[in-house]
């Protein structure tokens, strides 16, 4: 069965007797929890956001025991029939990174089996309660708080500017409302992403918790449009692919990973589906990044730096005051795949890292392995000989022992005659440690 996108479905299982068109409400309940000691965290702040169209639930805040209950709405498709959506969780809190992070994606749940209470749908399993990672500032940290102007839910407030990234960020609640924690002392342009609208960037000089900023729509509200292709060649089991945009203060340089735009993707919604030309429309004022490949298709950007279009492209909207950009083509191949730890679509706990398991690639005379930490800091790297009869490859870790409450992501490289040819999955090989 071909892999989801970065944004699972939600399938929404509706009660009988509806019309077409009517509304149901459902009801999301979890609890937010330390993932280094499985306390409670209060305060925290969660939000569910369907990533076609930007919709967002209002912002839900946990309470003492670290409970919360978010409300999506969604239209009947008639009697008893279910309801495809992509939509995800995400959650911030002082002192703990935010989700999604640079190898956390955004919290995706299937609805299968709903709960009736007062004749609403309730649904909880255990991936809507959410652990979340402690941040290692030692410096004093504040929060900024404000709204849109234009009340767009489902925006991205990023303070840009900040000395390494992921800059400070947050997603807008209803009527435009956002709040963004663990803000170091700096002076920020807050600027704000959203498919299809423009707003003002704007200046605040952060020294002690900010609220009331306000930000501001661009006049005429102009957006842009960024094209492109991809080439793919030798792409194994995939046969199409996504193209995603990164604002430039969230992406990392050396992870080549970034946290996305809401529908700043093509195809827009649903399966990966480009294998040729692209389009995405309704891209905002900003400096961006362009990641091929990034979802698990089975398809990967070709890693070797020698041969054209296997470069990331970054670019700025507008560019000598144009808001058409063209980009130059990719080439995609085929991935190599993971099997343990993070062989799976949802982020793995173990209790420790004994071996990691990947598919052979039949071509290749050697291997390169690396273990990044959620931080962006390499833990570990190891070169292995490649191995011949197409066995899956077992290579035992004897790195440092890793830390209980922390996100991990390990990659894996084929090489042929010292060039590489081909990668593992940028969403696959993510762990946690756990006791």
Known sequence: MKRLMLMAAIVLFLCAGCDNGSNVTIKIKGKVF??????????????????????????????????????????????????????????????????????????????????????????????????????????????????????????MVVLEGCSEPPCPYAYTAKQGGFTIFNVPQKTYSAAAYKKGVSYEALSIEVSSDTQNVVLKKKPGNVTGTVSGSVNIVNPGDGDATSIVLVPESLFHETLKKGILVPGLRAPESGDCNIKGAYTITGVPEG???????????????????????????????????????????????????????????????????????????????????????????????????????????????????????????????SFRKGGPISTSEDLKGIFYVTE
């Open 34 to 155: 330390s993932l280094a000691d499985k306390s409670a965290i209060r305060g925290a702040i969660v939000c569910a956001v369907n990533k076609a169209d930007g919709t967002v639930s209002d912002l839900a805040v946990t309470g003492d025991d670290g409970t919360y209950t978010v409300e999506v709405t969604a239209e009947r498709e008639g009697r008893n029939k279910p309801i495809n959506e992509a939509w995800g969780l995400n959650a911030s809190a002082k002192l703990f990174m935010s989700v999604p992070s640079f190898i956390r994606p955004s919290i995706a749940v299937t609805m299968d089996n709903f709960i009736p209470e007062d004749h609403n749908y309730t649904y909880s399993d255990a991936l809507t309660d959410i652990g979340m990672a402690a941040i290692r500032e030692t410096i004093e940290l504040f929060t900024v708080s404000g709204r849109l102007d234009g009340g767009d839910a489902g925006a």
């Open 287 to 413: 400096s961006y990044v362009v990641l091929a490949a990034f979802e698990n298709d089975y398809l990967v950007r070709d890693p070797d730096p020698n041969i054209a279009g296997t470069q990331i492209v970054h670019f700025t909207m507008p560019e000598a005051g144009s808001y058409e950009r063209s980009i130059d083509n990719f080439k995609i191949t085929g991935s190599l795949n993971i099997i343990s730890p993070g062989g799976g679509e949802t982020p793995e706990g173990l209790a420790d890292l004994i071996e990691v398991v990947f598919t052979d690639d039949s071509s290749e005379d050697q291997y390169k392995l690396v273990l990044y930490n959620m931080y962006g800091d390499t833990i570990w790297e190891k070169t292995i000989l490649g191995q011949s009869g197409g066995a899956d490859v077992t290579v035992a870790y004897d790195g440092p022992a890793l830390e209980n409450g922390v996100y991990y992501q390990w990659n894996v490289t």
